[in-house]
């Protein structure tokens, strides 16, 4: 195998490698979405029953 060859193979699995990391950061970026958007949703999730329990608390009871 001739050197040129060598650094045809080198070439080609840089290439290859950059190609997974790339797939790799794709595939962490869109985890990394979706964990933002299910904690916003358990934010308002949280922040709605909070309204509730204090609504309940300060509406008067009408059932006498």
Do not use: T, V
Request: no cysteine.
């Amino acid at each position: 195998m001739g050197i040129k060859d060598q650094f045809k193979d080198k070439s080609e699995q840089w290439q290859q490698q950059a190609k997974q990391k790339a797939q790799e950061g794709r595939e962490q970026a869109q985890r990394g979405r979706r964990g933002e958007q299910d904690s916003e949703r358990m934010r308002d999730e949280e922040s709605e029953r909070m309204r509730r329990e204090e609504q309940e608390r300060l509406d008067p009871d009408y059932d006498m």
